[in-house]
């Protein structure tokens, strides 16, 4: 073929996300190939580029064909489901690449396969990028975050296709590259995390004021639009105001309160929290909300229960919990609480990226990644151009808790959130997120915990020894001899 009709780049997985993503990057004017398995999904997205503009995209009904309409070095993003749909993807496609073309995975991939691949594919002369992409269906279309880890000679060969793809806020593209390795699929795997957490505070802010206020869900509409133009302005709290303000069409009320409550999940949050637990970081909110999403799953245990227990004697104290509620202060109370324990969440996220990147020798910037989280992702939201500015002033802050300016707002709200989950608590009503949170504000704090005593019996049951506060060492007690001893001395005096 002809230089003149190569495309620039070519995308293979013709789902809603990968269709929406070539026709972005077609409308960008970057010439794409698009090739799919099922050849309908082929003609459907050509289909597509024709009626939203007669865009710069060709369709292909074979892998050769494909590859051989991409111009040289041939960039390849592939969009099928993770695991061995990938493997068999680039088997299929790298049987017709040349030495220093590039395989880009846009898909929710665990770090470690794309490090395999990273290997497989140097071994064939190929590049390759891990490339997590937010922002579902409409950032696709729209403008995602991306987040592109691997090969940085594969990364400066689509750099100016992903600049002018990506989402674009006020200080640039919401794109960079991430750094070696699966840096870009775990940096996306901890975002998801995060967005768990997100999402469950949302839920239990919601429960909240549902449950003890008495809110209706037009009440709560117009509380989430107020949200929205202040601290906690964001695309999950936009979206949830606009949840409540849709009607059933199949019956009277709003269509939210007609949704089975079972929240399905895809892995993504389980492996942040099984990386947390193996780099030995704290993300107790971000474990609540998947915890919270396996309870859910047991919805007719969940009714068994909740009948048990009524007959045993449980009483729910909702009722008493509204009497007397101000309800104009518990609004502005759950707001304070919402962000004091959402800057929790994102504190848990960081850490465990940083921990990640010293454990890897990654070098990631946390200020950054906070940046091109500012438009086109899921978590998107106005204060990370703060968080990104926590971590310019002090690239080696410990926790965002400590950054000064968000340790003053900590401080501010912290009275509001201590009554927030004392009156759910009182009220019956669990909201684990908001607890975990506040729980990890306290013992984080505290430059004194009871761990003291656990160690002691970690020595006197397993010989684990122990430091002391006063002398330098490793010391081990005989703890059951000397108690012992001390008991027979004292019955001894008497």
């Not at 597509?48 to 991409?70: C, M, Y």
């Not at 998107?380 to 410990?398: E, S, T």
Request: hydrophobic share 40%; proline share 3%.
């Amino acid at each position: 073929m002809e230089a003149a009709t190569l495309s620039r780049i070519g995308l293979a997985g013709l789902a809603v996300m990968g269709q929406n993503l070539a026709l972005n990057i077609a409308e960008k004017g970057f010439p794409i190939s698009v090739y799919n398995r099922t050849t309908s999904k082929v003609d459907e997205t050509v289909d597509r580029a024709k009626h939203e503009g007669h865009l710069p995209l060709t369709g292909h009904h074979n892998p050769r064909d494909f590859i051989l309409s991409i111009e040289r070095p041939r960039s390849v993003i592939i969009l099928v489901k993770a695991g061995a749909p990938v493997d068999q993807t680039i088997a299929t496609l790298s049987e017709h690449m040349d030495q220093g073309d590039c395989i880009i995975d846009g898909g929710n991939e665990w770090y470690e396969n794309t490090e395999r691949r990273i290997q497989q594919a140097n071994e064939k002369g190929l590049l390759y990028l891990g490339m997590g992409v937010s922002g579902g269906e409409e950032g696709a279309r729209n403008g995602p975050s991306l987040m592109p880890g691997g090969s940085y000679e594969a990364y400066k060969n689509i750099e100016d296709i992903v600049r002018k793809v990506a989402a674009q806020v006020e200080d640039g593209p919401c794109v960079t590259y991430i750094g070696e390795g699966g840096s870009g699929n775990f940096v996306k795997m901890v975002h998801n995390g995060i967005e768990y957490g997100d999402m469950q505070l949302i839920s239990e802010a919601y429960d909240v004021l549902k449950t003890v206020g008495g809110l209706s869900n037009s009440e709560l509409a117009e509380i989430f639009d107020e949200w929205n133009r202040g601290e906690l302005e964001s695309f999950l709290i936009e979206i949830t105001a606009d949840i409540f303000k849709v009607k059933d069409e199949y019956g009277d009320g709003e269509l939210v309160d007609k949704i089975l409550d079972k929240t399905g999940m895809k892995g993504t949050g389980k492996w942040t929290v099984q990386q947390a637990a193996e780099l030995s970081v704290a993300a107790p909110t971000i474990a609540a909300s998947l915890d919270c999403r396996y309870l859910s799953g047991l919805k007719e245990e969940r009714e068994a229960a909740a009948g048990v227990l009524k007959e045993a004697g449980l009483k729910e104290d909702v009722g008493a919990a509204r009497v007397g509620v101000d309800k104009k202060r518990l609004i502005d109370d759950v707001r304070q609480a919402l962000y004091a324990s959402k800057v929790c969440s994102y504190a848990q996220g960081m850490n465990l990226l940083r921990a990640k990147s010293n454990e890897k020798g990654w070098n990631l910037n946390l200020g950054e990644l906070a940046r091109i989280w500012k438009g086109g992702c899921i978590i998107r939201a106005v204060f990370l151009d703060r968080i990104k500015k926590a971590y310019q002033r002090n690239p080696n802050l410990a926790s965002l808790v400590v950054d000064p300016e968000f340790a003053k707002e900590m401080v501010q709200r912290q009275a509001a959130w201590r009554r927030v989950v004392g009156l759910a608590i009182s009220a019956g009503i669990s909201t684990p997120g908001m607890c975990a949170s506040l729980a990890y504000f306290d013992t984080y704090r505290r430059a004194r915990l009871p761990a003291n005593l656990v160690q002691a019996q970690r020595d006197l049951f397993g010989a684990h020894t122990y430091e002391r506060i006063d002398r330098p060492g490793s010391f081990h007690t005989e703890w059951t001899k000397l108690a012992r001893k001390s008991a027979d001395g004292v019955a001894a005096l008497r």
